[in-house]
């Protein structure tokens, strides 16, 4: 081991705890931010520990060696990530796009940004991010921190130029002494994709009754007749009686409808066929397929064929989580469908016939009320979303 191993500590992600602010009331005061840096331990590197539900994605955590984690910077880049000075008429921040009170995302077909304009594409969510490192419908980001700053200087989006946006911020006390302390380099607009990208990475959904009702359904499945007759079980393996009827307490003060319970049978199904891709901790493969969304037009948006060029690739766009997606509507990389219910339908019919639809993308047999039900299971995928303060900027 290195005589100067830094020192480290481990968090759970999902909870206030990195999130909440530099301790206190209203702008952020040049004292109270010297205070913060002069604490030891947020320069400590954090390791992280995912919530449950999103837990078995631990081994797929995404960019920490190349950018580690201290509360400083999680800080940093949560000020940064309501920051409308970023933007050239200060009107833009990336909540505008991406609000926690809106999912994370934004309920506008397309996002909004600078002047009232639009793109053809509809904001995804920018939580979880943790586990993947492609961003984009398209994926031609390489990273998180890649794409934080694309927005500064999209001409539609935030509508600046990185210089500017660097001398804005090293004309701000407030954010100069935080990067100043954070960076060796001070302020440049590489570590403001660092900072942004640190605190995306600890905004996750918390457990979701679906993850409830997985843990007993994975312990009935390992323990099977063991746990039937709980009295006896509490006799001959007191820890594995406490476990199961903590995870059946949980499961009880977190319901999974009836209805959902049958959507989860469909969505796991070969019938429903939805984990071919929708699948893994945050429900999704992280790869890029042609559902037929758009495909009508007269020249459509290539989604994925843009970056690769690649033919197997015309019309696919990312696939995109499930967590939590009843609070992320419209859907789609056109945002051009408002509900669950569409989408499902979207489905049923075998999505938008067209030369490069995905070959497992067929029309699927299920009544109006399995329909229904996939809907409510995917309701069921809701979880808490890590709690952020909005406010508290340098003044
Ligand atoms: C004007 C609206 C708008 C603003 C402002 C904006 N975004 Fe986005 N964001 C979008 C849209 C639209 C996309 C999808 C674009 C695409 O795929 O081509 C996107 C994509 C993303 C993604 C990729 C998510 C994924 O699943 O691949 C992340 C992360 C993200 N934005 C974070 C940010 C950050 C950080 C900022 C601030 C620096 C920001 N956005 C500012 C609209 C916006
Ligand atoms: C072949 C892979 C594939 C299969 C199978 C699949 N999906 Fe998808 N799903 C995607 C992709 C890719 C998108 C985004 C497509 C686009 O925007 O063009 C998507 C979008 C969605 C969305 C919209 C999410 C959002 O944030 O916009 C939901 C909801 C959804 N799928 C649910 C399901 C369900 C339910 C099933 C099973 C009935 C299913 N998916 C089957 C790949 C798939």
Known sequence: MPAEEAATETVTLGTAELTSGIPGEGPLKIGEINAWLDKGTNHVTLNVVLPKGMDAGQAAIKGLDANPLTRAKIELGRQLYFEKRLSADSTISCADCHHPDEGWARHTQFGEGIDGQTGNRNSPVSY????????????????????????????????????????????????????????????????????????????????????????????????????????????????????????????????????ARRGREIFFSARGNCTVCHVGANLTDEKYHNLGVGMEAEEPDWGRFVVTNEEADRGAFKTPTIRNVANTAPYMHDGSQATLEEVVKWYVVGGHPNLHLSKEIKPLDLTESEQADLVEFMKACSGEFTPVTQDRLPE
């Open 128 to 259: 979880n991010r943790i586990l993947s490192d492609l961003q984009f419908w398209d994926g031609r980001a390489a990273s998180l921190e890649e794409q934080a700053v694309g927005p500064i200087a999209n001409p539609i989006e935030m509508g600046n130029t990185h210089e500017k946006a660097v001398e804005t911020l090293k004309g701000i006390e407030g954010y100069r002494i935080q990067f100043e302390r954070i960076f060796p380099d001070g302020v440049t607009i590489d570590n403001v994709g660092k900072a942004l990208a640190s605190f995306e990475r600890v905004v996750v959904t918390g457990p979701s009754p679906f993850d409830f009702h997985e843990t007993v359904v994975a312990m009935q499945k390992a323990f099977g007749d063991d746990l039937e007759d709980l009295d006896a079980l509490k006799e001959e393996d007191p820890e594995l009686h406490d476990k199961y009827t903590a995870a059946l307490a949980d499961a009880e003060a977190h319901p999974m409808s009836e209805a």
